[in-house]
């Protein structure tokens, strides 16, 4: 494969020293050897950055970068900045890869001449796998914009029938992007929630040829590790409600032919999206008056309106159409209930 750089893997750091080395050390063990480790010290408040720094001068495939604490988004950005290879890939830094996984997205990126080549990835805890999710489309290379439409539109959300999410994953560390694609797009991450889902929208609308590949080489870590998903405070529902602003943005921005297949998923999206956000103040140190507070401001939410409006509720499972009606309503202590009766409480 010679002597450039064939990947350059992406490694965002923060707070997360217990399982730094065993991230670096499943990337130093890649079969792909022409591989560059960029590793971005977000600002870490812990030893992340020494221990990154020391990996420096141990391995001249590994770079640090360090920054302003700043978010995963733009700390994805600052690696993307000095990254050298022909394609790049993204990695958790609480996560971890099995061996051959960039030789793999690299040799079907090359043979497909793929502008985004995706895998599949496995759920993890405590050396148990506690699920394996195959990527759909694994096997397929999908060539112009009518092909490759099928995958995009499930990034936006699931279809009304479906009980839980689309089984497409949204999530770049199971990708690698031709990094001239990417300059050339001027791709990069958008400083809001679920900032994966843009970016593989915006890619796969720019992409002449994504490719897919079997298996689930990517180990994702499930093991109560602090998580953004995880915490809420008042700052959780304004980042919730840019979420959807940043969605609905991005559905204006479909062509007319892909628009109608789009909608219907981005609808389902907010309202999923409201009910984690809801389910995060059901589960708040709150008092019951401030939360009845916090809920009646999510239904009431413009671009919830705009979701609920014409939505064929009726094909979704029984438990969520429920809950769809409640918010429709805007009956707040309602919602608030359902998902309290679905924790068993």
């Known amino acids: 494969m010679g002597s450039a750089i064939a990947f350059s893997v992406i490694v965002p750091m923060y707070n997360v020293e217990m399982y730094l080395r065993d991230c670096v050390e499943s990337l130093r063990r890649q079969t792909l050897k022409n591989i560059e480790i960029i590793l971005v010290d977000d600002g870490s408040p812990d030893d992340c950055g020494a221990i990154a720094d020391a990996y420096a001068l141990e391995d001249k495939r590994v770079r640090v970068v360090h920054r302003d604490n700043g978010g995963l988004g733009p700390a994805r950005n600052s690696g993307m900045q000095v990254a050298r290879g022909e394609y790049v890939g993204f990695v958790d830094s609480d996560d971890w890869v099995e061996p051959d996984m960039f030789e793999r997205l690299y040799k079907t990126a090359v043979e497909a001449k793929a502008d985004v080549v995706f895998t599949g990835f496995k759920n993890v805890s405590h050396g148990n796998v506690l699920r394996t999710w195959e990527h759909p ?9 009518e092909e490759i439409l099928p995958l995009r539109a499930a990034f936006y959300g699931a279809p009304p029938t479906n009980i839980s999410d689309d089984p497409t994953p949204v999530s770049v560390w199971i990708a690698g992007y031709r990094r001239a694609f990417l300059d050339l797009n001027g791709l990069i991450f958008l400083n809001v929630r679920s900032e994966d889902k843009f970016f ?16 689930t080489p990517y180990c994702y870590r499930k093991e109560n590790q602090p998580s953004i998903t995880t915490t809420f405070n008042r700052k959780t529902i304004n980042s919730f409600f840019e979420l959807f602003e940043a969605l609905e943005q991005l559905l204006a921005e479909e062509s007319e032919e892909s628009w109608a297949l789009c909608h219907v998923r981005e609808q389902r999206c907010v309202v999923d999206y409201c009910r984690v956000l809801l389910g995060m103040i059901e589960k708040s140190h709150e ?36 809950f769809f009606l409640a918010l429709k309503a805007m009956l707040p202590a309602l919602a608030l209930s359902l998902l309290r009766l679905k924790r068993g409480r």
């Open 137 to 145: 489309f694994a096997g397929r290379v999908l060539r112009g914009q």
């Open 200 to 215: 593989n929208t915006y890619a796969c609308r720019a992409a002449a040829v994504v490719a897919c590949i079997s298996g």
């Open 287 to 322: 008092d019951g008056l401030v939360k009845i507070t916090y809920a009646e401001e999510v239904v009431k939410n413009p671009a919830l309106r705009r979701a609920c409006k014409g939505y064929p509720w009726w094909k979704l499972p029984i438990q969520q159409a429920l």
